[in-house]
């Protein structure tokens, strides 16, 4: 049964943030999104990868992680085009350099020979980098009184992510779902702030 949940995760997560970019492309506009939050989702998507990869963890524990990797980079650059204005030859420059660190990344155990250790310290990070990630989102969403162009689907597809992947990650001791079990609580909030800055536009569009 976790099997078959984990694929089932594999699969609709490699395509559960696509919402959020096309949000983006369509508005042209990255208001009210937070580059921090997308910033380090896309490091903590490369720790789980790295970590998964290395530790020759089945791909069925670990296959939506490239994509969501991916597309949280996207969205990141995104940030920095609509709202910072940095040109596009600059983002450019910096996705190249992205991936060559996502590729080292990948092959740490082969450039080190210390590899797993170091991966061991990051994975006891990440629900460090999860959290101080994704609270400055939430500041954001409160502060502004909503939620921007943050994707209702994309983050509720996440949440029910984190509580698939608990599930299925257990085997694999605490440490394989300690980031998963604070973006549960964070993306629950989240969720919570998407849905309540919904009401208050449909409320205005009522008025008006």
Known sequence: ????????????????????????????SADGVSPLFFGLDAISNVIELSYSYNNNHPFSKYGEVPSQLICSSSVFFQCLYYQKRVKKNVIAILAFVWVCVVSCACKLTSIRSDGLRILDRLKLMNVFVTC?????????????????????????????????????????????ISSQLASLVLNGILVLQILKSEKKKKLRNKVN
């Open 1 to 28: 049964m976790n099997e078959i949940l984990g694929w089932c995760v594999c699969v609709a997560g490699t395509v559960y943030k696509v919402p959020q970019v096309l949000k983006i492309k369509r508005a042209k």
């Open 132 to 176: 101080v990630g994704k609270v400055p989102q939430i500041i954001t969403n409160a502060r502004n009184g909503h939620s921007g162009q943050l994707s209702l689907t994309s983050t509720s597809l996440a949440l029910l992510g984190n509580v698939v992947r608990i599930i299925t990650g257990s085997s694999l001791g605490l440490k394989m």
